[in-house]
């Protein structure tokens, strides 16, 4: 069944008289803000739109395989001549990294905020967020359907690689009954998902497990609260790609395998950033609020959070000193 709501309707309207979109994906792109920019771009241009896609990173070697990846750019003047820019998958639009960008346009374009973090800032003129959607490739199906825009397989792929990896293979608690009829139905209109299942299920490297027995081995439980982090540090993650990140699923992993009520794991970037990873399985436990004392934001269950400071040691835990 389709989310049907006012939000998805005036999107609708807005995308429908636009000639040239720009999407926006957000840093450290993920298969969610991913698929979601290259269904939308690819039912576009299929109705005749000019529309091109922008990240400010690189977009992992995982995801390449999906169709019309090579078409992000990196640089401002893929919003030339904008006159509707389509924010997928961001909480704000600093995590874009194209705040700057976008203010500086002119005239500047309105801006459609696609999301499914119930945290997000709104800072569209359009907001479409919807909370209850396990990715914002489920909305993007609804709106894609509103618009009466044909789904093709290509696009089926790009959609449903974000539902399942955003509800990690319906393994989470984001997980809903409406992900898994999409799922269904991206399958049945011709949704690869043999490929989106290797890419779940068979996408680790040797160099990324022998970081994760690294990050294993310095699990720290407190037994107090309850609570299990892990830390994986910046010269650590410096052999691998800028692209691909090697520690992504570990705080899944933890969740899934610990009865711990909160899981942490901290990463440590460059130019002194932190970014922390927070997980629960308890109903009584909100990590997105958690998150956002710190800045960032994201689900009651999954949320995260980037700071600047470096990760120390103690005795009973990992933690950030500022």
């Known amino acids: 069944m389709p989310i049907e ?98 203010a500086g346009l002119s005239p500047r374009p309105p801006v459609l905020n696609i999301d499914h973090h119930a945290l997000n800032e709104r800072f569209g003129d359009v907001n479409v967020v919807i909370p209850t959607a396990a990715s914002a490739t489920e909305i993007m199906l609804s709106l894609l359907k509103i618009m009466r825009f044909a789904v093709t397989p290509d696009i089926a792929t790009c959609l449903l690689v974000g539902v399942v990896v955003d509800t990690m293979m319906f393994f989470n608690p984001a997980t809903t009954a409406s992900s898994l009829q999409v799922a269904a139905e991206l399958q049945r209109l011709g949704g690869d998902t043999k490929a989106v299942n290797s890419l779940v299920s068979k996408n680790r490297s040797v160099s990324s497990l022998v970081l994760w027995g690294k990050a294993l081995e310095r699990l720290k439980w407190d037994e107090e609260r309850s609570h299990v982090s892990t830390a994986v540090m910046e010269h650590e993650l410096s052999a691998h790609p800028p692209s691909d990140d090697p520690t992504e699923g570990l705080s899944n992993f933890l969740n899934n395998n610990l009865s711990a009520r909160t899981v942490l794991v901290l990463k440590e970037l460059s130019d002194g950033l932190v970014k922390g990873s927070l997980r629960t399985a308890c109903e009584d436990v909100d990590v997105g609020e958690l998150a956002s004392r710190y800045g960032g934001g994201g689900h009651r269950k999954a949320a995260g959070f980037t700071i600047k400071g470096r990760i120390v040691e103690k005795d009973k835990e990992w933690t950030v000193e500022i």
């Open 5 to 102: 709501s006012n939000e998805i309707n005036a999107a609708a309207m807005v995308l429908l008289k636009a000639q040239t979109v720009v999407t926006v994906s957000h840093r450290r792109p993920d298969a969610d803000t991913v698929g979601a920019a290259l269904a939308l771009t690819a039912a576009l241009r299929a109705a005749g739109k000019a529309c091109r896609c922008f990240c400010v990173d690189q977009v992992p070697k995982a995801l390449q395989f999906l169709p019309g990846s090579g078409a992000f750019s990196s640089e401002p003047a893929a919003f030339a001549g904008a006159d509707l820019v389509v924010v997928l998958d961001s909480g704000d639009l600093r995590f874009t990294g194209a705040e700057a960008i976008i």
